[in-house]
């Protein structure tokens, strides 16, 4: 299976912390993704780092890549009640155009 | 832009019968679609991939026969769940990419959530 795993699997935070979920994965990749999922809805693109990147920022969003121990990160700073979502990794492996989402944190914010 | 719709958002049916999901590209033309299943609190499990014209491209384990894929135009592509059963209750998401799109940019819909009783 090309699915990688994140952890932890649930995170639970206060309002003003910072959340770090990381995603590991199995194959050669072009670029890996963030996404977002509220409880029973789609999909919403946080962020896109390529293979060749280490590092980029969104905002409150921080998304780390190594390619040599293929993980990635995804750094939430000063979060709010309204981060409280399914956070999912996705990447797409060389030469592939699917993407194949990670086991996803589910994250909650507590006001 | 790049808008990507469901319809219906949530159907009930019972055992037996088939149930067909739309996805619609509303504001660019899909070249290729996507379709994904959910089950609670899990991840996305990609099920096929569709080229408008063409067909399906079906993931291991995903029964072709089972789960019709078709994506004759490039804005709509349709899933139909042929003789439902309770264990193909889940959630279904269908994600589209555009000619003008680099090739891994994908727009997802807001999901149809199907119940089989």
């Known amino acids: 299976s090309q699915q990688g795993e994140e952890d932890p699997q649930a995170l639970s935070i206060q309002e003003g912390e910072n959340a770090t979920m990381n995603c590991s994965y199995k194959?050669?990749?072009?670029?890996l993704q963030w996404y977002r999922q509220n409880s029973g809805r789609g999909l919403v693109h946080l962020i896109l780092?390529?293979?060749?990147?280490r590092e980029k920022h969104s905002g409150r969003l921080r998304v780390t890549l190594d390619t040599s121990k293929k993980s990635s990160s995804l750094l939430i700073t000063a979060s709010r009640a309204a981060d409280t979502a399914s956070y999912f990794c996705?990447?797409?492996?060389?030469?592939?155009?699917?993407?194949?989402f990670g086991t996803g944190t589910r994250l909650t914010v507590i006001p | 832009g790049a808008v990507v719709s469901q319809h219906p958002s949530w159907v009930i049916c019972k055992s037996g019968t088939s149930v067909k999901i739309e996805c619609r590209s509303l504001?660019?033309?899909?070249?290729?679609m996507f379709w994904y299943r959910q089950f609670p609190k899990q991840s996305l499990m990609l099920m096929a991939t569709?080229?408008?014209?063409?067909?399906?491209?079906?993931e291991q384990g995903v029964e072709k026969d089972k789960f019709l894929i078709n994506h004759a135009s490039l804005t709509l592509s349709t899933l139909t769940v042929t003789s439902a059963h309770p264990e193909d209750s889940s959630f279904y998401i269908c994600?589209?990419?555009?000619?003008?799109?680099?090739?891994?940019?994908?727009?997802f819909g807001p999901g149809t959530r199907l119940t089989v009783t």
């Open positions: 994600s589209a990419r555009g000619e003008r799109e680099i090739r891994y940019e994908q727009y």
């Open positions: 194959t050669s990749i072009n670029n």
């Open positions: 780092i390529r293979s060749n990147e």
């Open positions: 996705a990447t797409v492996s060389t030469g592939a155009n699917n993407l194949f």
């Open positions: 504001d660019f033309q899909a070249t290729t």
């Open positions: 569709s080229n408008e014209g063409s067909k399906a491209t079906y």
